[in-house]
């Protein structure tokens, strides 16, 4: 497989958060989820305003396992790749002003949803942390599990 299937694409796209897996120096998971910003070709980016547990393990070791579900089919999805931590510098500041306007877009939805009876929502508005790092996830593999128990792997070229 070249590149990820467009089908997981979006729902990779549909998803505000997904469940990020690490593991520290003494084998010990963590799991946390995490917003997502956005695809690019062959990366997600993800946002991390605790930065806490998640980020110190990734530090160690930079690699991610990430996991959620189609609430349709029932099908399990994860994702696995290496990580790049981007916490300054020129991509940061970028990446700053696309949060800032998903963040709008979501705040907006919310809002709208709960308008029309659509949703649910104690907080409407999705606020901006003033910390924050962004965690760029290489794709290696997807793996997809169906809701009969098949699970079928397949891996990513890796292009940059």
């Known amino acids: 497989m ?11 796209r549909k998803r505000e958060f997904v469940n990020v897996a690490t593991c520290d120096h003494a ?7 995490k917003f997502v910003l956005k ?4 990366y ?6 605790t930065i806490g547990r998640t980020w110190r ?3 160690i070791n930079p690699r991610a396992s990430l996991s959620f579900i189609d609430t349709n089919t029932l099908n399990g999805y994860q994702i696995n790749g ?22 709008i877009s979501l705040t907006a939805k919310h809002i ?9 929502h104690d907080n409407f508005e999705v606020a901006l942390p003033e910390r924050f790092v962004i965690f760029k996830v290489m794709l290696e593999e997807v ?9 079928v792997r397949n891996k990513i070229s890796k292009t940059r």
């Open 143 to 151: 793996v997809e599990i169906f809701s009969k128990g098949k699970v």
């Open 44 to 49: 997600i980016y993800l946002v991390d305003h």
């Open 2 to 12: 070249k590149r990820i299937d467009e089908k997981i694409m979006d729902l990779i």
């Open 82 to 103: 290496s990580v790049e931590i981007i916490e300054k510098g020129l991509e940061y500041k970028k990446i700053h002003d696309e949060l800032l306007n998903k963040q």
């Open 27 to 33: 084998n010990r998971p963590n799991a946390a989820p």
């Open 39 to 42: 695809l690019d070709r062959n």
């Open 112 to 120: 709208i949803e709960e308008v029309r009876g659509e949703g649910r």
């Open 57 to 59: 393990n990734l530090k």
